[in-house]
């Protein structure tokens, strides 16, 4: 920086240096990318997004491709928050289902983010919560055939419905 030029009166600008008139500009991003591209990986990239599988499939497969599939140490730290997703009051069948609410959190959350970007959504904390609170209640209902509780029960009182099991 000690060699750089300063004016006080000028306008403080951003230059692209990957074009000549150092204006950024999608076309010119667009084709620096394709430069960095060899031909092997140009044919790859065609064939991977013409495969017919599944959206979900071909996302997965798209992070393995990017080294973005969660490590070891990741998965680790995810396991470590869900077992200390915990109470010590509930009974080990009673914190198994307690765990299906984690499970319902995390889910609402993806989905509400999705719909975030995709919908353009706004952020909206009650509807995860109430998405997530709902699907709880309905994954324990069909998953426990001994469940008695109503779905009015358990939005009011989650921890009483939990004792009940």
């Given at each position: 920086?000690?060699?750089?030029?300063?004016?006080?009166?000028?306008?403080?600008?951003w230059l692209w240096k990957?074009?000549?008139?150092?204006?950024?500009g999608a076309r010119c991003v667009y084709n620096t990318l394709q430069d960095t591209l060899n031909e092997e990986?140009?044919?790859?990239f065609n064939v991977f997004w013409s495969l017919k599988v599944l959206p979900t499939a071909k996302h997965?497969?798209?992070?393995?491709?990017?080294?973005?599939?969660?490590?070891k140490d990741n998965l680790a730290q995810i396991m470590?928050?869900?077992?200390?997703?915990?109470?010590s009051n509930l009974n080990e069948k009673q914190n198994k289902v307690w765990k299906v609410v984690w499970v319902a959190i995390v889910r609402a959350i993806q989905i509400h983010i999705n719909?975030?970007?995709?919908?353009?959504?706004?952020?909206?904390?009650?509807?995860?919560?109430?998405?997530?609170?709902?699907?709880?209640?309905?994954?324990?209902?069909?998953?426990?055939?001994?469940v008695r509780f109503s779905y009015s029960d358990w939005y009011w009182c989650p921890f009483e419905c939990l004792k009940t099991m």
């Open positions: 920086m000690a060699n750089q030029n300063f004016e006080r009166d000028s306008e403080d600008t990957e074009e000549e008139q150092r204006v950024f990986n140009t044919y790859l997965f497969a798209r992070r393995v491709l990017l080294n973005k599939v969660p490590t470590t928050n869900f077992k200390h997703f915990h109470l719909n975030i970007i995709f919908k353009q959504k706004k952020v909206d904390v009650v509807e995860i919560f109430s998405v997530a609170q709902l699907n709880a209640c309905l994954w324990v209902k069909n998953k426990i055939s001994t």
